[in-house]
């Protein structure tokens, strides 16, 4: 059968996803401070000083970005494809794998516009592709993000669909963040190797007060040296064993909540389907922003499904992470998408696709005379 063959086409639908996101842990999104401010290196958490498109100021609010969680619910949605792989044992390439799950298995092997006016087709009705776009001609997607995840406060309530304002908090940007502590590994095992510790408490205790009081003398030095003009040789320099596994960062507290929105347009039931099965995958994986292996980033989701301005399905979500199942109102979607996943991940329909054999075309090398001419 002709992969490119053209069929009647799908009955396509533009629905939203939109809700409540509660915060259930400290959740950072960083941008480094640049500079040391005293034991450890300080990131600070996102901020946005004004309203995108708006005519007011908002004062430094904390967010964590859509790009970040719209890349992991593509990957989400690739899981899916996975899966469907794994079941039928198909095989597929490491390149067709990355224009799945990344988006284009490389720079240099991406042909933005060489597409035919077959594989557009093809690519517009694939359950996948036709969803999230890619690949190696840079196919269109058709999942936006309506805004970066901000939270729900008196001063944002504005930014959001008015069914959501009731929700906002009456907290100022200031009181929903606090510093707090990350160790990028455990300073334990910079201990001395003894071959037995008694007292391990103890000795971690003595080990980290040695490591501060290192730190406060080479400042009193060098504090000293500075007040009576006496420059310091390295060799007269204090040694220390800087706190350099710890990492102060501005975090949101746990309790705040985030609006979620995305919206999908000209979309079949089937990829509808798709992007609800990415959005629980998702919610189950649990986590925004940075440092979720130590627990940061968990949440609570109550999402509602929309078409135009109106609810269609009033919890898309049931259950808790890990365990979030799709709701009875959106089955007729995931059924639809069952249906399809068997066919779309085909290796040779997702090749079809996403091809990765493309060659780029190289403007050919003028002479010397023609880039004479030309520089004249």
């Known amino acids: 059968m002709d992969l490119f063959m053209a069929t009647t086409p799908a ?92 988006g284009s298995f490389s720079r240099t092997g991406i042909n933005a516009g060489g597409a ?115 420059f310091l040789k390295d060799s007269e320099k204090l040694k220390t064993n800087d706190l350099n596994t710890f990492t102060q960062v501005e975090a949101i507290i746990p309790g705040v909540q985030l609006y979620f929105g995305m919206t999908v347009r000209d979309a079949t039931d089937a990829q509808i389907g798709l992007l609800l099965a990415a959005v629980a995958s998702w919610a189950n994986r649990n986590a925004l922003g940075g440092g979720a292996v130590r627990g940061r980033g968990s949440f609570t989701a109550s999402l509602q499904l929309f078409q135009g301005g109106d609810v269609q399905v009033d919890q898309v979500l049931v259950g808790e992470a890990p365990g979030y199942t799709s709701s009875t109102g959106v089955e007729p979607y995931i059924a639809a998408m069952r249906a399809e996943l068997e066919a779309a991940a085909e290796p040779a329909a997702l090749s079809a696709v996403y091809p990765t054999d493309v060659a780029v075309k190289k403007a050919p090398k003028m002479k010397a005379k023609e880039v004479a001419t030309s520089e004249a």
């Open 11 to 102: 009955q396509r639908t533009t629905v939203s996803i939109r809700g409540v996101i509660t915060l259930t842990a400290h959740t950072h999104q960083t941008s480094p401070d640049g500079k040391t401010e005293g034991l450890t290196s300080q990131a600070k958490t996102s901020v946005i000083s004004h309203a995108p498109g708006g005519n007011f100021l908002i004062p430094n609010i904390p967010y964590i970005s859509m790009n970040s969680v719209r890349g992991l619910i593509r990957r989400a949605a690739g899981g899916v494809l996975m899966q469907e792989l794994s079941r039928s044992k198909h095989l597929i390439s490491r390149n067709l794998y990355l224009s799945i799950m990344r």
């Open 116 to 230: 035919s006016y077959q594989q557009l087709i093809a690519a517009q009705d694939n359950l996948f592709a036709g969803l999230w776009g890619g690949g190696s001609f840079m196919y269109e997607s058709k999942v936006r993000g309506e805004r970066d995840l901000f939270p729900m406060l008196e001063c944002t309530k504005d930014l959001f669909p008015q069914r959501y304002q009731a929700s906002c908090l009456n907290a100022t940007p200031n009181q929903i963040i606090e510093k707090t502590l990350i160790a990028s590994k455990d300073d334990f095992e910079r201990l001395p190797q003894w071959d037995v510790i008694e007292n391990v408490e103890q000795a971690y205790e003595e080990h980290m007060a040695s490591k501060f009081g290192a730190n406060q003398a080479k400042r009193d030095q060098k504090a000293t040296a500075k007040a009576d003009g006496v």
